[in-house]
């Protein structure tokens, strides 16, 4: 039942590790610093404006899905992730990278506390699907998005605990 909240929080614990020891995490994917196709993508329905936006971009596969980064890294797997602050409003524009075009898993998550350690208590996260998480670790299916060479635009509403129900759009 809360496979989901100890997943993401492993990987968040992993992510914050890499984070520290490589440059690379923080920006790996912005739309100024990287190539491939851009990937903007409009959050809608986040709780509060506190804590950093992250959007990550996985190989399409079930395996390599919410997969540690260095180890995807490591792999010769390709991986992309960029970091935001809060933004002015409920809504949210993010542009990231792909590594190139076709089909890729996105994920966005609301690190509410700054922390970097995914809080199912607190912090969001959605998929490109927008349909409600719940309380089981993501598949990958509802996070693939096809990503022209041209690059393309989508809309992932934020979701958040609501009790047994689990994550939803608020």
Not at 94 to 119: E, M, Q, S, Y
Not at 139 to 147: D, G, N
Request: with cysteine.
């Amino acid at each position: 039942m809360f496979h989901l909240f100890m997943y993401l929080g492993t990987a968040s614990v992993s992510h914050a590790v890499a984070a520290a020891a490589t440059t690379y995490a923080q920006q790996d994917g912005s739309c100024s610093n990287a190539s491939g196709p851009p990937l903007h993508v409009k959050v809608v329905g986040l709780k509060d404006l506190s804590g950093r936006l992250k959007l990550e971009i996985f190989p399409p596969t079930e395996a390599d899905f919410l997969k540690d980064d260095r180890k995807l890294k490591a792999e010769g797997r390709s991986f992309r992730r960029v970091w935001s602050g809060s933004p002015p409003g409920r809504d949210a524009a993010l542009c990231i990278r792909a590594p190139g075009p076709g089909t890729w898993a996105v994920l966005f998550t609301h690190d509410r506390d700054g922390k970097n350690k995914f809080n199912p208590w607190r912090d969001g996260a959605g998929l490109p699907s927008n349909h409600p998480l719940g309380l089981t670790r993501p598949k990958v299916k509802p996070a693939l998005v096809t990503i022209p060479a041209g690059g393309m635009s989508i809309e992932i509403r934020a979701q958040y605990l609501k009790g047994l129900n689990g994550f939803q759009p608020l």
